[in-house]
């Protein structure tokens, strides 16, 4: 049983709704828009392998990150951390599923314009990934990488301003993605903030189109985009999850094209900053 990114469940095998099955290939499976979102349907993602290219995950970990850049991601980051960036000089963050490490870079730089010094760590399972996100977040940003499981994250309780999770949560089943914002409310004093995929019609369909034009050379981007999709959530189901992990004050915000951000505070009486 892998556990992690991953979630738990055995090596390529996805669920849809609550029935486990295994994960067809895409060129074989091209499920109708209508059909592919009515529910979240876990398919195990080619960057999620431990053996993975490395030099096709690279590209592929770019193409995320392009994602973030200029499909809403980056966006709603900043407007969900504005009012914190605005009011500290200096912000603690956890960036749980941290890819490559440019998204993160990103937003440290974007915080620097308003003199406000994001430090802490980036992490994530895969060691490739790591040694990515090193290389790109450097070592004058104040950013930490580390190997770890998302479903254990190895940091004490309230350690970090703010947990953050971007194009994370829908590798994981509803049980493993429960599992993740319980830890993300663990070690947040102030705010947990999610990033991830509207899951509908016109979402599988972009992704579709992405992965027949800009992502038809690399195979794991191909896969995983419309993946993905089929994997991401309603804001409904945010919220739902989000509860029962025992967050509170929840706030879900649509940014255009198909982008989620949930912002949360960790349970009431949970520990502040040191």
């Known amino acids: 049983r892998v556990v992690g990114l991953r979630g738990p469940f055995p090596p390529w095998r996805g669920y849809c709704g609550h029935v486990r099955q295994p994960s067809p290939s895409p060129r074989l499976y091209a499920p109708s828009p209508g059909t592919a979102v009515k529910t979240r349907c876990l398919i195990p993602e080619r960057v999620d392998e431990p053996d993975a290219d490395p030099v096709v995950l690279e590209t592929s970990l770019a193409q995320v990150s392009a994602v973030n850049r200029w499909l809403g991601g980056d966006r709603g980051l900043r407007r969900a951390l504005l009012p914190l960036v605005q009011s500290q000089s200096d ?10 490490g440019t998204s993160l870079a990103r937003l440290v730089g974007w915080a620097a314009g308003s003199n406000c010094s994001i430090g802490g760590f980036a992490l994530d399972l895969h060691g490739v990934a790591c040694r990515l996100a090193k290389r790109n977040l450097g070592s004058s940003t104040g950013i930490h990488v580390v190997q770890g499981d998302a479903f ?14 971007t194009l994370t949560l829908h590798h994981f089943s509803d049980e493993g993605a429960r599992q993740v914002l319980r830890e993300l409310g663990r070690i947040a004093s102030k705010r947990v903030v999610v990033s991830d995929l509207q899951r509908s019609r016109g979402a599988y369909i972009g992704a579709r189109l992405l992965a027949a034009t800009v992502w038809r050379r690399n195979p794991y981007t191909r896969h995983d985009g419309p993946a993905s999709v089929q994997g991401g959530f ?8 989000a509860q029962e992990a025992g967050l509170v004050n929840m706030e879900v915000r649509t940014d255009l094209p198909f982008r989620h951000t949930l912002t949360a505070h960790p349970p009431s009486g949970a520990y502040g900053r040191p």
């Open 91 to 100: 912000l603690r963050i956890l960036d749980v599923g941290s890819g490559d």
């Open 152 to 165: 254990r994250l190895p940091f004490f309780p309230g350690q970090f301003d703010v947990g953050i999770a």
């Open 234 to 241: 309603t804001a409904g189901e945010l919220v739902r999850l």
